[in-house]
Antibody, heavy 118, light 111 residues
Framework: EVQLVESGENLVKPGGSLRLSCAAS????????MSWVRQAPGKGLEWVGR??????????DYAAPVKGRFTISRDDSKNTLYLQMSGLKIEDTAVYYC?????????WGQGTVVTVSS | DIVMTQTPLSLSVTPGQPASISCKSS???????????LYWYLQRPGQPPQLLIY???YRFSGVPERFSGSGSGTDFTLKISRVETEDVGVYYC?????????FGQGTKLEI
């Protein structure tokens, strides 16, 4: 069974930094492309970025609103995906979902809440 | 960016009746390899989204047969043949042909 488990709730001040984690199981994580998607309170879904498998070069791509501030990385030895967020803004407040990316985002974690507030 | 436009934005359906949601993309989602990268998701209240349909018309594992997808190019439709109470939630279409992946605004289905 595919499982994706993100880290817990997080509160940070504007301009601060935070790292989210996503523990994966039930599939060969090292072969998987992975994406992060976020959902602001009461809003729709917004793709944040993705990282390729190491065998595909392990490159990452980002949505414009987060490019230069967010970095996606992975530790295949720990089956864990990360989202390093810096220069956080109030508008980054959202539930962040980790997803397996097979072009379709086929499996999703339960999400972790990030609140950016002074 | 490819803009995904869903209609209607809300839908009230009696159990047992059909429902239909439209999704239009600002560019063709047909890839040169012949695949069309259009997906449908359902987000039940308080839950993460779950994949229903991939590549326009293929039901994902465990998705009931009452869900079907159709369309081509830039125009797509999700149909529920007979709505059940568990189908309540917000439905999203998503394109995967080009980065950034983009979603429709969502269609809220109520019973």
């Amino acid at each position: 069974e595919v499982q994706l488990v993100e880290s817990g709730e997080n509160l940070v001040k504007p301009g601060g930094s935070l790292r989210l984690s996503c523990a994966a199981s039930g599939f060969t994580f090292s072969d998987a492309w992975m994406s992060w998607v976020r959902q602001a309170p009461g809003k729709g879904l917004e793709w944040v970025g993705r990282i390729g498998s190491k065998s595909a070069g392990g490159t990452s791509d980002y949505a414009a609103p987060v490019k230069g501030r967010f970095t996606i990385s992975r530790d295949d030895s720990k089956n864990t995906l990360y989202l390093q967020m810096s220069g956080l803004k109030i508008e980054d407040t959202a539930v962040y979902y980790c997803t397996r990316d097979r072009t379709a985002l086929d499996y999703w974690g339960q999400g972790t809440v990030v609140t950016v507030s002074s | 960016d490819i803009v995904m436009t869903q209609t209607p934005l809300s839908l009230s359906v009696t159990p047992g009746q059909p429902a239909s949601i439209s999704c239009k993309s600002s560019q063709s989602l047909l890839h040169s390899d012949g695949k069309t990268f259009l997906y449908w998701y359902l987000q039940r209240p308080g839950q993460p989204p779950q994949l229903l349909i991939y590549e326009v018309s293929y039901r994902f594992s465990g998705v009931p047969e009452r869900f079907s997808g159709s369309g081509s190019g830039t125009d797509f439709t999700l149909k529920i043949s007979r709505v059940e109470t568990e189908d309540v939630g917000v439905y999203y279409c998503m394109q995967g042909i080009q980065l950034p992946k983009t979603f429709g605004q969502g269609t809220k289905l109520e019973i």
